[in-house]
């Protein structure tokens, strides 16, 4: 069965630096997603990508963040300058289409902000 | 705004009985779905089961059913035969037409199947 791959599944980072979290979603999928967990805390979205531009995004996602489609498989999550507080598991998901279409996510990548 | 309540934090069941974990949500949409998540000590979601608002009959995926009472605003998973490999966390998510296509997540309910 077709999954949505992340890498790394570790990441470890100095407070400051930049890192980008990447992800290949499924391959005929069109939405794709990233969400981030706080350890021990719900699922939080963080931005939608359709049609190679972010469709919504949330308070979250603010101008640390950005997003990439820079391939026809690829689809990254670039937060530029990391605080402690970005500390979490970051997922990301994708889907075939609009409607209720179920969101498959990735086994995420635990990133850790030293 | 949206909002989906899980009141169970932790839950226990025998091995090889059912359980039913709750989740209710808040919506002015008339559209929308409901989605079960399970996320395993391993840290991984894995999708379980969805249901629709206009949905006439309750989901069921193998040993997951989904106990849809609209009226309440109430959309429950039932895991009937519980297994050891069931222990993990599951979320309820929903998402309305109106509100984008993200998911919002409730909170989680932690299940421990005990041998």
């Known amino acids: 069965e077709p999954e949505v791959t992340q890498t790394p599944s570790h990441q470890v980072t100095q407070m400051g630096q930049e890192v980008i979290l990447r992800c290949v979603p499924i391959?005929?999928?069109?939405?794709f997603y990233w969400y981030r967990q706080i350890l021990g805390q719900k699922v939080e979205f963080l931005v939608s990508?359709?049609?190679?531009?972010?469709?919504?995004k949330s308070e979250i996602f603010d101008d640390q963040f950005s997003v990439e489609r820079p391939d026809g498989s690829n689809f990254t999550l670039k937060i530029r300058s990391t605080k402690l507080e970005d500390s979490a598991m970051y997922f990301c998901?994708?889907?075939?289409?609009?409607?209720?279409?179920?969101?498959?996510f990735g086994d995420g990548t635990r990133l850790s902000i030293l | 705004a949206q909002k989906i309540t899980q009141t169970q934090p932790g839950m226990f069941v025998q091995e090889k009985e059912a359980v039913t974990l709750d989740c209710t949500y808040d919506?002015?949409?008339?559209?929308?779905?409901l989605f079960w998540y399970k996320q395993p000590s391993s840290g991984e979601m894995i999708f379980l089961i969805y249901q629709g608002s206009y949905d006439q009959q309750n989901a069921t995926e193998g040993r997951y059913s989904l106990n849809f009472q609209k009226a309440r605003k109430s959309a429950n998973l039932v895991i009937s035969a519980s297994q050891l490999g069931d222990s993990a966390m599951y979320f309820c998510a929903m998402r309305d037409y109106n509100y984008g296509q993200n998911f919002v997540f409730g909170p989680g309910t932690r299940l421990s199947v005990l041998p």
């Open positions: 919506t002015s949409d008339p559209s929308y779905g």
């Open positions: 998901a994708s889907s075939d289409g609009t409607g209720f279409q179920p969101q498959h």
């Open positions: 990508f359709y049609n190679n531009e972010i469709s919504e």
């Open positions: 391959s005929n999928h069109l939405y």
